[in-house]
Nanobody
Framework: QVQLVESGGGLVQPGGSLRLSCAASGFTLDYYAIGWFRQAPGKEREEISCISSSNGRTNYADSVKGRFTISRDNAKNTVYLQMNSLKPEDTAVYYC???????????????WGQGTQVTVSS
């Protein structure tokens, strides 16, 4: 059974850090590019980062560039999202998904995790 499971969310103060994990089971993650998304209440889902499968190339939305870092550990079948300098506007449910476009040039996402809540508040 193909499954993605996010973890690592929680409550953090502004300026703090969290590391989210996206663990895959039932398939080999290294074949896919992986994207991270977030959705805040009342807002549309936002693609915030993607890491390619071939050469590890990454891209980021302007809203997180310089603060978030995506990485992958194919041996652990896991992709990470390191989030630093968190702001209240980063509060959202964060999702990972597999991208059939292995370069991250296109958004062709198919398998999704269930999401993990991140709340940034003092």
């Amino acid at each position: 059974q193909v499954q993605l499971v996010e973890s690592g969310g929680g409550l953090v103060q502004p300026g703090g850090s969290l590391r989210l994990s996206c663990a895959a089971s039932g398939f080999t993650l290294d074949y896919y590019a992986i994207g991270w998304f977030r959705q805040a209440p009342g807002k549309e889902r936002e693609e915030i980062s993607c890491i390619s499968s071939s050469n590890g190339r990454t891209n980021y939305a302007d809203s997180v560039k310089g603060r978030f870092t995506i990485s992958r550990d194919n041996a652990k079948n896991t992709v990470y999202l390191q989030m630093n300098s968190l702001k209240p506007e980063d509060t959202a449910v964060y999702y990972c998904a597999t991208n059939r476009d292995r370069t991250c040039d296109y958004s062709e996402y198919d398998y999704w995790g269930q999401g993990t809540q991140v709340t940034v508040s003092s």
